[in-house]
C-alpha cells in the first residue's frame, strides 16, 4: 500500500505570494490533517479534513486554508506568504483507527 | 505555560542503555496519548498509542501513562543506533480532537 505522498518536496517563495500544497492519503483513508513544523514552534496543527469537510482547526490566521476533495486529495494553500511560513509542512491521513495518523514526507516551504 | 512539555535533549546514551523520554502536560482533560518517532528530514512514525493510564508494550517499547501526575513517558529497552531520532509524544482530548505535539526530544544512541 502506498504511503502518504505530498508534493512538492521543496519550495521556494517569496513574501506576499501565495502558495499551494497537495497531499494523497493512505488509498482508502478519508482524514487528513495538515501540520506546520518549526525548530522554535515545533509541530503546530493547522486543520483536519474528514469526507470533504473541516472537522478541527488549530489557531493559525485565515491566511491558511485547506480543501478535500471527493478522492480525500487534499490541498492547504496560504496567502501572502510572511518570512515566518517558512516551515516543513506535514500531512497526515488516517483511516478507520483515528488515533492511527501516517505522515507524509512534507514540503518544505522557505519564504525569502 | 505550555500545554505540553518534554526535555528537548540531546539525550545521548550507548548502545544497549534502556531509554526513557518523558511529557509533562497541564491539562487534565487529555486522555489519548501517543508516540512518535521522527528521524531527519522523514514525517512523524506512529510508534505507539494508549488510552487512559496504565502501561503499554510492543517490543522494545513500554508506553506508560499516569493521569493523576499528568506525566507520560517511553522507555525504550536495549536500544539501537537505530533508535537515534527524535521523540515526539502527543495528546488527544478525545479520539476526534485535533492533536497536540510535545516539541520533542532528540534522542542519540552510540554504538
Known amino acids: 500500500k502506498a504511503g502518504v505522498t505530498q508534493t512538492p518536496r521543496y519550495l521556494i517563495k517569496t513574501r506576499g505570494q501565495q502558495v499551494t500544497l497537495s497531499c494523497s492519503p493512505i488509498s482508502g483513508h478519508r482524514s487528513v490533517s495538515w501540520y506546520q513544523q518549526t525548530p522554535g514552534q515545533g509541530l503546530q496543527f493547522l486543520f483536519e479534513y474528514f469526507s470533504e469537510t473541516q472537522r478541527n482547526k488549530g489557531n493559525f490566521p485565515g491566511r491558511f486554508s485547506g480543501r478535500q476533495f471527493s478522492n480525500s486529495r487534499s490541498e492547504m494553500n496560504v496567502s501572502t506568504l510572511e518570512l515566518g511560513d517558512s516551515a516543513l509542512y506535514l500531512c497526515?491521513?488516517?483511516?478507520?483507527?483515528?488515533?492511527?495518523?501516517?505522515f507524509g514526507p512534507g514540503t518544505r516551504l522557505t519564504v525569502t | 505555560q505550555k500545554e505540553v512539555e518534554q526535555d528537548p535533549g540531546p539525550l545521548s546514551v550507548p548502545e544497549g542503555a534502556i531509554v526513557s523520554l518523558n511529557c509533562t502536560y497541564s491539562?487534565?482533560?487529555?486522555?489519548?496519548f501517543m508516540w512518535y518517532r521522527q528521524y531527519s528530514r522523514k514525517g512523524p512514525e506512529l510508534l505507539m498509542y494508549?488510552?487512559?493510564?496504565g502501561n503499554k508494550e510492543d517490543g522494545r517499547f513500554t508506553a506508560q501513562v499516569d493521569k493523576s501526575s499528568k506525566y507520560i513517558s517511553l522507555f525504550i529497552r536495549d536500544s539501537q543506533p537505530s533508535d537515534s531520532a527524535t521523540y515526539l509524544c502527543a495528546l488527544r482530548k478525545t479520539s476526534y480532537d485535533k492533536v497536540i505535539f510535545g516539541p520533542g526530544t532528540s534522542l542519540s544512541v552510540i554504538p
Open positions: 494508549t488510552y487512559s493510564s
Open positions: 491539562n487534565s482533560a487529555f486522555q489519548y
Open positions: 497526515a491521513s488516517s483511516g478507520t483507527s483515528v488515533l492511527e495518523q501516517y
